[in-house]
């Protein structure tokens, strides 16, 4: 019997037969996830539901030394669920309760498979706010946001998902169950250890509960779609609406390519003139919203825009926002292969990083349109062709872009991590003795190797790439 054999039955043992699933079709379909990583199918998929089942499962796994790839909504865009090694994936796709909301302490406890819109959702029924929100909102679930410290357009003015953890239930690798962090407003026990497993992939451990942190729900939310002649404007418009000592809770961009990919897949009306948008909201109280809309529309309409639409009511806010949920998918209907980059830069350089990809997609004869989250200076670069032979063309192109962003001071990942996809570019931004360091923390987690190899380190990911 094989390692995985032997782990399965353990585990059908603690957890029942019908949580292990074996059927090639169910393997199939968690052999992927949103990125353009190749499928890896594992040998099987297990459906915990609850602490006690993923300590059985890495107890077991961590006995047989059998990879474990753990796995929420599995919307992630950089391989990260992807069993590209083998082994089982651990789905906490059945846990996902919102257990309690502490509406006077301003906390919830939730499982790391309640999908985020129904977070939002639940706590806002109480007056609350929860405000990560990625615009895979309605698929992803808590367990991957905080592998992935997931973002979101609100981020400009709320911060990302790390800010809103104040407390985790990890599983580590050999089946140990441990709490950190806490359920305080403050505290300043030990090390950090919560700060270090959100962001960590799935690298170190088993996300099994969290306790988040909930503020006030604003009263309103207003949208603006501003239309600008030139993409070089964009960072002077949030300076135009920061300058009033407003802060827009958004401010997202399309590039001249991506408002013209969306007209045509997804029928976006741009007026003649126009090569960028932003989507700009602001929230707050009812008093003082729609008087700082005018202000900001106004103070844009001064500075030379081509348009201001305003959302009037819930369905018009919702019809400006569906041309940039959409956007992903319109770049697949555009072309055979994409590719999708998520680089921050200081929002000051953000033009000229916009000037940048225009050279590369030139030089390399690519596709490149962009968008993003403008205040935060986060930018989804995209890589469109149709020749499967254009591929080494576009990784010189990515190698060129990731340069790029490191010498203006940016970051290769602002929300997506580096999964399989970017692991051969983090000595770009991270120096040999850094990610070594890294290397012996995952070690002191994880001795074995066994949670979610293949991931994050450029040694650990040759084998993908070098197989690619
Ligand atoms: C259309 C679209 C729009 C998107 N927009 C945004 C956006 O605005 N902002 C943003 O940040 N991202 C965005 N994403 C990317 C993606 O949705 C996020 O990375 C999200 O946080 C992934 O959550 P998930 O539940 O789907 O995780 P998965 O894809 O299942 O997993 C992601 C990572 O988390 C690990 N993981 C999952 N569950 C656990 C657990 N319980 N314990 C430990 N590790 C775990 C996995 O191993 C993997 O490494 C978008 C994706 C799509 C397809």
Known sequence: MQGADRALSAIARALG??????????????????????????AAVVRARSTEDVAAVMAAASEHRVPVTPRAGGTGRVGGAVPVEGGLVLSVERMDAVEHIERRDGIAVV????????????????????????????????????AANAGGPRAFKYGVTRQYVLGLTVVLPDGTVVSLGRRTAK???????????????????????????????????????????????????????????????CVELLDAGALDIVSRQAGLAVPRGASAM???ELDGDDAVVPGQLETVG????????????????????????AARRELSHSFRKEAAFKLSEDVVVPRTKL?????????????????????????????????????????????DAIKALFE???????????????????????????????????????GVFDPEGIMNPGKIFPAAARRFHGAC
């Open 187 to 249: 505290g300043v026990t030990g090390y950090d250890l919560t700060a270090l497993m959100v962001g960590s992939e799935g690298t170190l451990g088993v996300v099994t509960e969290a306790i988040v942190r909930l503020i006030p729900k604003p009263e309103s939310v207003h949208t603006l779609m501003v239309f600008l002649a030139d993409d070089q404007d964009i960072a002077g418009a949030v300076d135009e609406a920061l300058s009033r000592r407003i802060v827009p809770s």
């Open 298 to 321: 106004n103070a844009l309409d001064d500075r030379g825009a081509v348009e201001v639409l305003v959302a009037q009511n819930a369905s018009e806010r919702e019809r400006l926002w």
């Open 351 to 395: 033009a000229a990083l916009l000037g940048r990809c225009r050279a590369i997609a030139e030089e390399h004869a690519i596709t490149m349109p962009s968008y993003g989250h403008a205040g935060d200076g986060n930018l989804h670069v995209n890589f469109l062709w149709d020749d499967p032979g254009a591929r080494p063309r576009v990784d």
């Open 404 to 442: 790029a962003v490191v010498q203006m001071g940016g970051t290769l990942s602002g929300e997506h991590g580096i999964g399989v996809l970017k692991a051969p570019y983090l000595p770009l931004e991270q120096s040999a003795a850094l990610i070594a360091l890294q290397e012996r923390v995952k």
């Open 17 to 42: 037969d019908d949580a292990v699933l074996r059927d090639p079709d169910v393997r199939a379909s968690y052999a992927t996830d949103e990125s353009e990583v190749p499928a890896s199918t594992p």
């Open 111 to 146: 499982q790391p498979g309640v999908v985020t819109g129904a977070l939002h959702a639940a706590v806002e029924a109480e007056g609350l706010f929860y405000p990560p929100d990625p615009n895979s909102l309605g698929s992803c679930a808590l367990g991957g946001n905080i």
């Open 278 to 280: 932003l989507l700009m």
